[in-house]
């Protein structure tokens, strides 16, 4: 499956009350309805579902950028491509849909060991299959 077909399947993934119930954690299932945007709080394990489906350290870096308050008051992750630097960010409409810049200049590499509990349950969820 290619990349933009995962994005596609974990975006629709993300409208799913279901899965937002089982992946996100109470905050930010909270601030998820309240705001309406149904990829917040997602950031972080979207990322690496697509990092593990996708070629992993080979072809990605994970990232992340501290929210100040008046954003989600949280950390922020997307992925960078180590090719070219391209930022792929599933979940930037949580902040973009809000006038919010994000300043991916700012953000520091994260290393991935572990999968974690949320990642695997988001892809199996999705239809993604196990990670």
Request: aromatic share 10%; charged share 25%; glycine share 6%.
């Amino acid at each position: 499956m290619d990349e933009l077909e995962i994005i596609r399947i974990l975006q629709t993934a993300f409208e799913n009350d279901n899965i937002k119930k089982q992946v996100l954690e109470p905050n930010w299932y909270q601030l998820n309805i309240e705001t309406g945007i149904a990829s917040t709080g997602f950031c972080f394990s979207a990322s690496e579902v697509l990092f593990r489906l996708t070629g992993q350290t080979q072809n990605w870096m994970l990232k992340s950028i501290n929210d100040p308050a008046q954003w989600n008051n949280g950390t922020h992750y997307f992925l960078e491509r180590r090719q070219n630097k391209e930022i792929v960010d599933i979940t930037s409409d949580q902040y973009t849909r809000r006038d919010i810049t994000i300043p991916y200049h700012l953000s520091k590499g994260k290393g991935l060991r572990n999968i974690s509990n949320k990642a695997r349950l988001l892809a199996r969820l999705s239809g993604l299959g196990e990670l």
